[in-house]
Structure formats: C-alpha cells, structure tokens
C-alpha cells in the first residue's frame, strides 16, 4: 500500500512562529556528530515531535531537535540527528527535514555523514568532501506526485555544489585540514556491509560507505538548493580490518574527530559566497 505523502508546509509554519529570521543554511548533522548544535549562538531549540509529520528520532547519538540562531555570523538552521529509511521510515519522511528547511527559506544545506572508509587511505577520523555519490537504496523521496517548488527530473551532474566545493577546499587549506574527495555510497542497512559487498563497491567507484543522504540531496536539488557534503570516516569498511564493526566505535571517533570536522564547517560557513 502506498504511503501518503507528508506535506511540510504545517511543520514548516510552526517552525517558523518559533524562529527569530530566516536560515541561509540548513545543516545535517550526522552519528556522534550533534555537539556542534552547541556551538549556534543565540539558539532556539525545537524537538522534532513539536512539528507535525516529524517522528520522534529512533537512533543512538541522534537528538531529534532543530536548532536555530547564527554560526560564525550566518543564520542557520541545525538538523541535529535524522531519520534513516532502515527505521522503517519512507523517503518522504526522510527527506521531511530538508523540504521543511526549504520552505522557511533555506537555500544552501550542508550535509555531514559517518561513513566507513573503502579507499585503502581512508582510515578513522578522515574527512571527505562528497563529489558524487551512488544511491544503492534504490528508493527516492521524488517517488509520487511532484511537489511545489521542486521538478520532475532534477540534473544531477552537479549533486554537489562545485563552487562551494571550491569553497571548502580553500577553507581546509586555510586551516591546514587534511580534505579529501570521494564518492559516497548510499546503503540501506542497518546491517553493516560484508566484504564481498564492499569488494563490489569498490570496484562500482565508491570511497565511503553509508546509510543516509542521498534522500536529502535529491530533495534539495528537486528544489533548487546548492548542497555540499562532507563525510567522516569513522572505521574502515568490512574487510579491511580483522576486527568486527561496532556502533559505538562509530560514535567515539565522532565525538572526538568531530572537533575537526567542526573546525572545518566554520571555516566554510564564514568563506561562503552569496547563493
């Protein structure tokens, strides 16, 4: 049976009679990565069950909050956990976030990710800048009827914003940050992947390995938003390693390779040009 869709617009109304402006950037944040919510000056926090069709966040180190006010002078609008279609949740509930984002005004998001590192340089506390990805869920929040606002058949030469690739290469270099590139595969987990499937990766181009964003970046760009992302590897991919994969690993090297992570997204955010 087919899901009805979720309209943001009610969630996107109440979201806004809460907020002071108007958000120029929407940023994702992804597992063990939350923290730099506490950096937003000025905040106003909104837990995602206040908004009508949001659920309430189902995985550890995913608050389940928006949280709004200004980093390094930009308004912005923190997603601080997400939903995973390996929940149960639909696409469109995935991609609910980013659409109702969009609706108060958003034009820019910036996507963070955990993700296990395929490429053999690829190792703990690594940060890539996705330049392409591989949507191996082969499921799509553009499923159904179009939506106001966005197309039927968005391009996705560009998934991700050259320019502010460009951007952010610059922003790392300033920083003395080690930024890499690399394509992001999109998995449905929530297993972890088996080494033959990383083998099979592998040879499709994949660096990095995750279980989120290719939804929210075809709804952004159905909608015309710029988007950049940014993957952290937190463990190598199956294989790689004798040791077994473990969630909690995932979130301690979040925590603490987060901290460049963040450095990074600053850096970005003061350097932006106008959309």
């Known amino acids: 049976m087919t899901r009805p869709l979720v309209d943001p617009s009610p969630a996107a109304q109440v979201l806004a009679s809460r907020l002071d402006g108007v958000p120029d950037v929407m940023l994702v944040l992804g597992s063990g990565l939350g923290p730099l919510a506490d950096a937003v000056d000025d ?27 200004r980093l390094e002078g930009r308004p912005v609008l923190v997603q601080q956990g997400r939903y995973h279609l390996y929940e149960g949740h639909s696409p469109d509930v995935v991609a609910l976030p980013v659409r109702t984002a969009r609706a108060l005004g958003a034009d820019t998001l910036i996507v963070t990710n955990a993700a296990g590192g395929i490429r053999e340089d690829l190792g703990p506390g690594s940060l890539v ?63 972890y992947e088996t080494p033959a ?35 952290l590897v937190t463990n190598p991919a199956a294989g790689r390693v004798p040791e077994p994969l473990d969630h909690a ?15 990074l ?9 106008p959309a």
């Open 43 to 69: 905040p106003t926090v909104v837990p995602f069950q206040d908004l009508p069709g949001f659920p309430p966040p189902g995985v550890e180190g995913h608050a389940g909050r928006w949280v709004h006010g």
């Open 129 to 191: 800048m996705l330049d392409d990805h591989l949507n191996l869920q082969f499921r799509s929040p553009l499923t159904g009827p179009v939506r106001e606002g966005e197309v039927r058949f968005p391009d996705m030469t560009e998934a991700y914003d050259r320019r502010l690739m460009a951007v952010a290469e610059a922003a790392a270099s300033s920083e003395g940050i080690e930024l890499s590139r690399g394509v992001y595969a999109a998995v449905p987990g929530p297993a």
């Open 265 to 273: 997204l600053r850096a970005v955010l003061r350097a932006l040009p």
């Open 249 to 263: 690993d995932v979130m301690e090297v979040g925590r603490t390779a987060g901290v460049t992570l963040e450095r």
């Open 197 to 231: 499937e990383i083998r099979m990766l592998e040879g499709m181009g994949a660096d990095v390995v995750g279980m989120s964003t290719v939804p929210e970046v075809l709804a952004a760009r159905a909608s015309g938003m710029r988007c950049l992302g940014f993957s």
